[in-house]
């Protein structure tokens, strides 16, 4: 292409998208948006997937965003279109995940009539978008869009609206490749405050049972490296959110896996117990810290590194705030402990009081006969793939049994929706997600309650050829209100079973793709290899143990050491009222 | 205690949108709020009083931040700043209250802009504060309307 070719907007789309490395794009045609498909049959360098249903091809450019790092992408036409994007992008933005959503707007002159499927869609999206672009003038489409992808995957990523009247996709411009971005009010701190890093340096020296409280940041920045060599250089133990499972490596005694309401008992233990608590790219959410006040009591200090200036305090004041990228930030770090004299086997005896807790207190479910434990799945799921597939989840119960049973350990393994909790994310997710990583065998952990959410989406996975293998926890209920109801209601199950249900293996087949059904635990194996073997989409219907609790629990708003649940913790809360 | 925020963002449509909707979710309220073009007209100055008791002025600056449409904010301290505010009063001025009226506007250095048979309205210029005392004086006269522009407020100096 020539520096200063003619086109019309539509084709400038195509082009702008493909100059930013899209390769994949995940839609859904409609009136306002025919021009821009139009434009879409003849690129050359973009693929593009029609889903079912323009809420999967927003959770799907997530999936596809959060498995390879780069930007993704979705289209959508005007009016009801848009407005099914909505709920995928308030999931982005919770998780902080790049996603540039484009949307077909009514022709420029009409915008503000009522027209035929008009919706403010730039105004419906406002509070859950890092920015939004309604884009009048087709000459505006190179810069907005080179913005977009900027504003997306820069300092705390997040989701970009564009709004494109379908007048401004007709006309022609001059296509000029822009230079860079125009934002004077954007610049994100990347590198950290030196003297503040120096100072977090000699906390972690002085310190005798810090703690590493890692969060999303550290997958999202690359940091994972950085990470393990600090903990292993000062042999310090680390605890993931759920949005930083991946970033470090579960097998790893340092490891305490997930912290919070459904955290582990030695991940809970430490934290309340730590004289440091060292966080890192985490925001403190209520899921984690449970009552504020009594989080971290024994915190001398409270290290906090985020690249969002406006997470430090917000939650939780620190003794010792540090703006920028983690991975920059923690290599300052390391550069730092590396010049100073560091005491060795200064944290021994916190790591040995850390074996003990994890010694009492080992994860514990009931294996009865003939019942198949949802939990064993899990981890069946981790043995038949060797620990290295890609796992997405849904949101309930068998998410919280996927966090706990499986050990992460490479960033970007781990695909859930966490800020918003989004119920129909599993499946359109994996397939982002494989189509992203196509060397990965890509398990979608779901249950049966949100897979039903957006299951259309096996239509697209066979479509395209996308061999994710689908395992439905199925316990038919709403499994974790159910446990809500069951622990804090009386058990009054209101419309938390769900009395009718499909045949979730026939329906595969209805689609074109694999069906198997599982309801023993020695077919657990079997069933799985069967599934990722085929080279095909795949469903496993595995029935489970119907009111399977997920432990341990921290009630909502308690002190995050009120577990309840499981045998060990029953016997410490025992303990704990004698 | 009230703060003031001097805001710079891009003249763009949708800015104040962005602003006031910021506002609304994260639950601050603003006592006032105006706007108008800067010295540079692509840039337009946005001037915000907010009540810091009620909510951490720190976390409110730093969402603000977030927004891709803000360039810089300053809060502007009382001592190191002027602020001024317009305020339109009509105030029923009927038989001997007129002349009240009248007086109390000139000691506010406060001008008449109009007259009727019944009412007349005020227009005064000044900080919060002196406002307040101007309509304190006139209530009991009788005031039948209020605008006023919010305060708008610059630093002192060249700084």
């Known amino acids: 292409m020539t520096p200063l070719t003619k086109m019309k907007g539509s084709q400038a789309i195509v082009a702008s998208l493909e100059a930013e490395g899209c390769d994949t794009l995940f839609g859904f045609p409609g009136?306002?948006?025919?021009?821009?498909?139009?434009?879409?049959?003849?690129?050359?360098?973009?693929?593009?997937?029609?889903?079912?249903?323009?809420?999967?091809?927003?959770?799907?450019?997530?999936?596809y965003a959060r498995a390879t790092g780069k930007v993704g992408v979705c289209l959508a036409t005007s009016g009801p279109g848009a407005t099914n994007l909505v709920t995928g992008i308030a999931n982005a933005y919770l998780d902080s995940t790049p996603v540039v959503a484009i949307t077909g707007q009514v022709r420029a002159d009409l915008i503000g009539t009522d027209a035929f499927q008009e919706a403010d869609v730039t105004g419906i999206t406002l509070p859950i978008v890092k920015h939004s672009y309604l884009v009048k003038s087709p000459a505006e489409i190179p810069q907005v869009i080179h913005e977009a992808f900027h504003i997306a995957s820069t300092g705390r990523p997040g989701p970009v609206v564009i709004d494109i009247p379908v007048s401004a996709q007709l006309s022609e411009l001059t296509y000029k490749r822009p230079e860079g971005p125009q934002l004077p009010g954007y610049r994100p701190t990347v590198r950290g405050h030196v003297k503040q890093i120096r100072a977090a340096a000699r906390a972690l020296l002085e310190a005798e049972r810090p703690v590493l409280y890692v969060g999303g940041g550290i997958v999202t920045?690359?940091?994972?490296?950085?990470?393990?060599?600090?903990?292993?250089?000062?042999?310090?133990?680390?605890?993931?959110?759920?949005?930083?499972?991946?970033?470090?490596?579960?097998?790893?005694?340092?490891?305490?896996?997930?912290?919070?309401?459904?955290?582990?008992?030695?991940?809970?233990?430490?934290?309340?117990?730590?004289?440091?608590?060292?966080?890192?790219?985490?925001?403190?959410?209520?899921?984690?810290?449970?009552?504020?006040?009594?989080?971290?009591?024994?915190?001398?200090?409270?290290?906090?590194?985020?690249?969002?200036?406006?997470?430090?305090?917000?939650?939780?004041?620190?003794?010792?705030?540090?703006?920028?990228?983690?991975?920059?930030?923690?290599?300052?770090?390391?550069?730092?402990?590396?010049?100073?004299?560091?005491?060795?086997?200064?944290?021994?005896?916190?790591?040995?009081?850390?074996?003990?807790?994890?010694?009492?207190?080992?994860?514990?479910?009931?294996?009865?006969?003939?019942?198949?434990?949802?939990?064993?799945?899990?981890?069946?799921?981790?043995?038949?793939?060797?620990?290295?597939?890609?796992?997405?989840?849904?949101?309930?119960?068998?998410?919280?049994?996927?966090?706990?049973?499986?050990h992460y350990r490479f960033p970007r393994q781990w695909i859930s929706s966490g800020g918003l909790g989004t119920m129909g994310f599993g499946l359109p997710a994996a397939l982002g997600a494989k189509l992203g990583r196509p060397d990965k065998t890509v398990v979608d952990i779901s249950g049966d309650g949100g897979f039903q959410m957006t299951m259309q989406e096996l239509a697209t996975?066979?479509?395209?050829?996308?061999?994710?293998?689908?395992?439905?926890?199925?316990?038919?209920?709403?499994?974790?209100?159910?446990?809500?109801?069951?622990?804090?209601?009386?058990?009054?199950?209101?419309?938390?079973?769900?009395?009718?249900?499909?045949?979730?293996?026939?329906?595969?087949?209805?689609?074109?793709?694999?069906?198997?059904?599982?309801?023993?635990?020695d077919q657990v194996g079997d069933a799985l290899r069967e599934a990722i073997d085929c080279g095909r989409p795949a469903v496993i219907d595995f029935k489970v143990a119907p009111e399977e609790n997920v432990f341990p629990m921290v009630p909502a708003g308690q002190s995050i050491t009120e577990m309840i649940g499981g045998k060990a913790t029953r016997r410490a809360r025992g303990a704990k009222k004698a | 205690m009230k703060h003031t925020l001097s805001v710079l963002v891009e003249n763009k449509p949708g800015v104040l949108t962005r602003v006031a909707g910021l506002f609304a979710r994260r639950g601050f309220n603003i006592a006032s709020l105006a706007v108008g073009e800067s010295e540079d007209p692509t840039l337009s100055r946005i001037t915000i009083t907010i009540d810091g008791a009620e909510h951490p002025i720190d976390q409110v600056t730093k969402q603000l931040h977030k927004l891709i449409n803000v360039?810089?904010?300053?809060?502007?301290?009382?001592?190191?700043?002027?602020?001024?505010?317009?305020?339109?009063?009509?105030?029923?001025?009927?038989?001997?209250?007129?002349?009240?009226?009248?007086?109390?506007?000139?000691?506010?250095?406060?001008k008449v802009v109009d007259v009727e048979r019944r009412s007349i309205v005020v227009r005064a210029v000044g900080t919060n504060d002196k406002l307040e005392r101007l309509l304190e004086l006139l209530q009991p006269l009788g005031v039948l309307e209020v605008v006023r522009t919010g305060t708008i407020a610059i630093g002192r100096g060249r700084g």
């Not at chain 1, 139009?38 to 690129?43: E, H, M, Q, R």
């Open chain 1, 461 to 521: 996975a066979v479509n395209y050829d996308i061999p994710v293998v689908v395992a439905i926890l199925n316990n038919g209920y709403l499994g974790m209100v159910r446990q809500w109801q069951d622990l804090f209601w009386n058990k009054r199950y209101s419309y938390t079973c769900i009395e009718v249900q499909p045949d979730f293996a026939m329906l595969a087949e209805a689609f074109g793709a694999k069906g198997l059904r599982v309801t023993e635990p």
């Open chain 2, 71 to 110: 360039v810089k904010i300053r809060e502007l301290q009382p001592e190191n700043s002027v602020a001024a505010e317009l305020i339109l009063i009509k105030v029923a001025a009927e038989g001997d209250k007129r002349a009240e009226v009248l007086q109390i506007a000139e000691i506010f250095g406060a």
């Open chain 1, 221 to 406: 920045s690359g940091a994972s490296d950085e990470l393990a060599r600090l903990a292993q250089l000062l042999q310090v133990p680390v605890t993931t959110t759920l949005m930083g499972l991946g970033g470090f490596d579960e097998r790893g005694p340092l490891s305490l896996g997930m912290l919070g309401m459904h955290g582990t008992v030695p991940a809970n233990y430490a934290v309340h117990e730590c004289d440091l608590l060292v966080a890192v790219g985490v925001r403190f959410d209520d899921r984690v810290t449970g009552k504020l006040s009594a989080f971290a009591p024994q915190a001398k200090s409270i290290i906090h590194i985020d690249i969002d200036p406006a997470e430090i305090g917000k939650n939780v004041e620190p003794t010792i705030p540090i703006v920028g990228d983690a991975r920059h930030v923690l290599a300052g770090l390391l550069a730092e402990l590396e010049k100073m004299e560091r005491p060795s086997g200064r944290t021994a005896a916190w790591l040995r009081r850390i074996e003990d807790w994890k010694a009492e207190y080992p994860l514990h479910y009931d294996e009865r006969d003939g019942v198949l434990a949802p939990q064993f799945v899990v981890q069946e799921i981790e043995r038949v793939t060797g620990g290295e597939a890609v796992i997405v989840t849904d949101v309930g119960q068998h998410q919280m049994w996927s966090t706990l049973y499986f």
């Open chain 1, 31 to 63: 009136g306002v948006v025919i021009p821009l498909y139009d434009a879409l049959f003849d690129a050359k360098h973009l693929r593009h997937i029609l889903v079912r249903h323009e809420q999967g091809a927003v959770h799907a450019a997530d999936g």
